[in-house]
């Protein structure tokens, strides 16, 4: 399963596109649509948004394995897409360690999208664009239509 255009609307969206290093909320160096620089990576000229769209698809195609290798219930193309999503902004250990999650695997799909609401804090405050990125999540986890089982790509 790969994230639709959908969902990858909404990341872009959230993230938005900056062409030079800028810390995020967290304190970490990031640039283009929400890549984090990783040790030896370096941006002294920043990127071209073509770059940025590059380091995306990657960032998302790790997303999904993410998603696939933790997730053992079908899920709809909204609810993988919203957890692929929440894997690029937080990361991977966020989702494996999460209730959500734990609650996903037993199939309480509704306690996991409210679960997916808690996550709107960061530095011990209440976010408003993490507010609003959950709820737009939540969203897409209630629109989806078809469930299958995550796939590693």
């Known amino acids: 399963m790969h994230m639709s255009s959908d ?6 969206s959230s993230e938005g596109f900056r062409s030079q290093v800028y810390l995020d909320v967290a304190g970490l160096e990031t640039v283009g649509f929400g890549h984090r620089v990783l040790p030896g990576e370096s941006f002294p ?11 995306l698809e990657d960032d998302v195609t790790l997303a999904e394995g993410v998603v696939a290798h933790l997730v053992y219930v079908p899920l709809t193309q909204g ?4 957890l692929v999503d929440f ?4 990361g991977a250990a966020r989702l494996a360690d999460s209730t959500l999650l734990r609650e ?9 999208a409210s679960e997916i609401l808690r996550w709107d804090h960061a ?7 993490l507010k609003a990125r959950r709820q ?3 969203a897409l986890w209630n629109a ?4 299958a089982r995550p796939s590693a790509a």
């Open 7 to 12: 969902g990858l609307k909404l990341l872009m």
């Open 144 to 147: 989806g239509s078809s469930c």
């Open 123 to 129: 530095g011990g405050r209440e976010l408003p664009a």
């Open 79 to 82: 609810q993988f897409d919203a």
């Open 45 to 55: 000229h920043g990127v071209t948004e073509e770059d940025a769209q590059i380091m």
């Open 87 to 90: 894997v690029f902004n937080l």
């Open 136 to 138: 737009r999540e939540v």
């Open 104 to 112: 996903l695997n037993k199939g309480h799909y509704d306690r996991a």
